[in-house]
T-cell receptor, first 113, second 110 residues
Framework: DTGVSQDPRHKITKRGQNVTFRCDPI?????LYWYRQTLGQGPEFLTY????????KSRLLSDRFSAERPKGSFSTLEIQRTEQGDSAMYLC???????????FGSGTRLTVV | RKEVEQDPGPFNVPEGATVAFNCTYS??????FFWYRQDCRKEPKLLMS???SGNEDGRFTAQLNRASQYISLLIRDSKLSDSATYLC???????????FGKGTRLHILP
């Protein structure tokens, strides 16, 4: 139990389809972060929320990507018109357990074929 | 220059040996520093925080040199279970995102 639940764990989709991922922190946290990790790379920041407000978006987040956190609890990340380059592990994180560190969910592994 | 740079891997090390990882960061305003461990196809997990005074947790020792903007991780008496990717992580301040290095893969050989 990582403290963050992500769904689905794996997603295979055809190029051009839309996909949506969900992140559910087990307990309440003001902040929630999304990262993307491709093979052989470290996780790269995508966006983060302070409650419902999306405060920062990386330039990696093209206009095909949208993230929401409607009630300040769970969050969704949607990718429209998926491309093969979107294939990656999408990780959600919350602050803790150590000050200024993060706890990550198990991630959603996306494969675009 | 990348914000966080790590030794390229992989490191192939016999069981019982000592292994050292190095990391440099570019932003001198960075405030918090960590080492994360990531097993194959799993999420990153916090291994330890890194403090200026240095800190030790069992076989693991982390050091920070703010003047040189350098972070290190030492693993003594390495075990097969230490095989993983080790990620160097930097946080500018408590309200900002954490930045990861590319990671260094470690293989402990029996």
């Amino acid at each position: 139990d990582t403290g963050v639940s992500q769904d689905p764990r794996h997603k295979i989709t055809k190029r051009g389809q839309n996909v949506t991922f969900r992140c559910d922190p087990i307990s309440e946290h003001n902040r929630l972060y999304w990262y993307r990790q491709t093979l052989g790379q470290g996780p790269e920041f995508l966006t983060y929320f302070q409650n419902e407000a999306q405060l920062e978006k990386s330039r990696l987040l093209s206009d095909r990507f949208s993230a929401e956190r409607p009630k300040g609890s769970f969050s969704t990340l949607e990718i429209q018109r998926t491309e093969q380059g979107d294939s990656a592990m999408y990780l959600c994180a919350i602050p803790g357990p150590t000050p200024y560190g993060y706890t990550f969910g198990s991630g959603t592994r996306l494969t675009v074929v | 220059r990348k914000e966080v740079e790590q030794d390229p891997g992989p490191f192939n090390v016999p069981e019982g040996a000592t292994v050292a990882f190095n990391c440099t960061y570019s932003n001198s305003a960075s405030q918090s520093f960590f080492w994360y461990r990531q097993d194959c196809r799993k999420e990153p997990k916090l291994l330890m925080s890194v403090y200026s005074s240095g800190n030790e947790d069992g076989r693991f020792t982390a050091q920070l040199n703010r003047a040189s903007q350098y972070i290190s991780l030492l693993i003594r008496d390495s075990k097969l279970s230490d095989s993983a990717t080790y990620l160097c992580v930097v946080n500018l301040d408590r309200d900002d995102k954490i930045i990861f290095g590319k990671g260094t893969r470690l293989h402990i050989l029996p």
